[in-house]
């Protein structure tokens, strides 16, 4: 009998873009695997040469950096103040972070991103050309370890705002946004004209195929003045690329903040670990971190050409999970609600990859991202009032889903959105709003069989 069903099963072929029974997201980037380490292994498009590069870019990823001097001079260059010693410490399995379990535990994973506000013409340019206005004494984001002997620039925790959305069967959801509130500041409490904001890690599987999208790919979905509409009107964030003075289309960040996957890594190991490189090769201290300044480096930069190299191909060559269970009947109606919420309408379902003669394995992919990489106002409710390059205070670029429902398998916590408000992903479509208003209208106005229906495809991806 079980002969017979599996020979049923297959005279009725794989769905369009799949393998076996699941749908291949990443091409041949993707992988059968949904257990903890479904974000962690390679692409089994690598060659076996390629394989070795990407096991030594996995070191870097995994392994602790070190305060210099040290006695492994190729990972020493800690700090000297830091937000984590390792990548990892984000990116759980390679995964998305999380917000502190306790009010004492330490804010890994999450980081608080600092600026002044622009007020003035002159200050709104700076902004547009250069990104932010750092604040001068805490720089652009907060930096809450130091090695021994130094002072972290501040200690924050959190507390939480709540408010409730009542669903059109009655269902009450209670939504919580954290909020930072300062226990320790080295250099006094920020003023009163300055913007945060909460960021959480993403998970980073796929980033190599997202980044050899042609902006033209991309710009296609583009509609700055919603000219069809639809409510929505995603543009892509013009930002700074390191060594030039132009501006080019940003992709990677919260507010599609870095050009590409080589400068979101070098921006990662300063910002994150205070490690310089070849990208950025200035130590991140500000006037007020006399300390920061006057500490030993692990050299000029601190992460070699060949190390960042090495890790930005590891990190664009992770495999993507595939999707799951295509075929059950819930599965199926969540993906048509999907679409008929308008949710594709921002998260894009398929590209198809560009032909690049150095990165073969991720040419000619058909992938499903399930993001446009565009900028798109979503209102109030998300809005951090902390304005990036051309990214207003309540833009924000459309995050992958990809892998989504494996998120609490491979961390065992559940935290969506950009500061992690989101305890799941009903409550994750609920913060919706501004072009996704009538998403989540739908949503709201919905059964409790469709929400759970949607919540389900959300959970195959």
Known sequence: MRHLLLAALLMMGPVPGS???????????????????AFSLASPALSLQQRHDF?????????????????????????????ANGCRDCHTLDGRGHLPTHPDDNNVSLLLRVSLRPETDVQ????????????????????????????????????????????????VVTLSRPL??????????PAANVNWSLRLAPAIVGLGLLDILDDEQIAAFAD???????????????VRQAGSDGLVNGRYGW????????????????????ITSPLFPEENCTPAATQCRQAPTGGSPELSDTQLNQITFYTANLAVPQRRNVRDPQVK????????????????????????????????QTIHPYTDLLLHDMGEGLADHRPVFSASGSEWRTPPLWGIGLTATVTGQEHYLHDGRARNLLEAI????????????????????????????????
């Open 19 to 37: 393998w076996g029974f699941g749908i291949q997201s990443g091409g041949q980037s993707s992988i059968d695997r949904a257990d903890q380490n």
């Open 55 to 83: 096991y030594s870019g996995s070191d870097l990823f995994r392994s602790p950096w070190v305060i210099a001097p040290a006695s492994n001079r190729s990972r020493d260059g800690l700090g000297p103040l830091s937000n």
């Open 124 to 171: 709104w340019q700076q902004v547009r050309e250069q990104g932010v206005i750092p604040h001068p004494q805490y720089g652009a984001q907060i930096q809450d370890f130091a090695n021994p002997g130094l002072v972290p620039e501040a200690h924050y925790r959190l507390r939480y705002e709540t408010t409730h959305v009542t669903l059109a069967d009655g269902e």
């Open 180 to 189: 930072p509130e300062w226990v320790e500041t080295a250099y006094g409490e």
């Open 224 to 238: 700055p003045d919603d000219r069809d509409g639809d409510g929505i009107s995603g543009r892509p964030n013009r």
């Open 255 to 274: 507010k599609a903040e870095q050009p590409s996957l080589r400068q979101q890594n070098a921006a990662a190991f300063l910002g994150d670990l205070g």
């Open 333 to 364: 109606q969540g993906e048509a609600l999907f679409t008929e919420a308008g949710c594709a309408g921002c998260h894009r379902v398929a590209f198809v990859t560009p032909k690049v003669v150095r990165q073969p394995q991720l040419s000619g």
């Open 430 to 461: 609920l913060w919706h709003d501004g072009e996704a208003r009538a998403s989540k209208a739908f949503v709201v106005s919905a059964s409790r069989e469709q929400r759970a229906a949607l919540v389900a495809f959300l959970q195959s991806l």
